[in-house]
Every structure is written in structure tokens, then in C-alpha cells.
């Protein structure tokens, strides 16, 4: 998904994802769509430390225990 696409996307417009960056937006949308961290590193250009590392700050930041629960969140 490119960046234009994920800005046109409704979610993007909810509270919750405000406080994100665009880096962890990014990365919130590839684990949206089922991708692993191996699979979002790989698709980013990221080393997979980088994305586990956005992936837990993301959840933090929203408040949700899991990727499961993320992605309820997010579609």
C-alpha cells in the first residue's frame, strides 16, 4: 500500500492513530493487513528489530494488548 493510499484511508482520521507518527502509522496499517514484523521489515526497507520495536510502541500507544486486538482496532 502506498502513502497516498494509507492517508486517503478512514481509520487514519480516528483519534487513536493520531497519536501515532507516520512511521508508526505505516506500520500500523502493514499489521492491518495480517503481515508479520518479517514481512513489514522487508516491505519498509526495516530491520526487523525496528518494526517489532514500532509494533510494541503502537500498541502501547493505543492502549491494546495485542496485534489481534490492533488490527479489531484498525478495521
Given amino acids: 500500500m502506498s502513502w497516498r ?7 487514519v482520521q ?9 512511521a508508526e502509522r505505516v506500520v500500523a ?10 514481512e513489514i521489515a522487508m516491505a519498509l ?3 526487523e528489530f525496528t518494526v517489532k520495536h514500532q509494533v510494541s510502541a503502537i500498541l502501547q500507544k493505543l492502549g491494546v494488548p495485542s496485534r489481534g486486538r490492533l488490527i479489531f482496532l484498525l478495521r
Fill in 45 to 47: 526497507g526495516k530491520s
Fill in 5 to 11: 493510499e494509507f492517508c486517503a484511508w478512514p481509520a
Fill in 29 to 38: 496499517m502493514q499489521v492491518a493487513q495480517g503481515l508479520s514484523n518479517r
Fill in 14 to 22: 480516528t483519534p487513536a492513530l493520531a497519536r501515532l507518527s507516520p
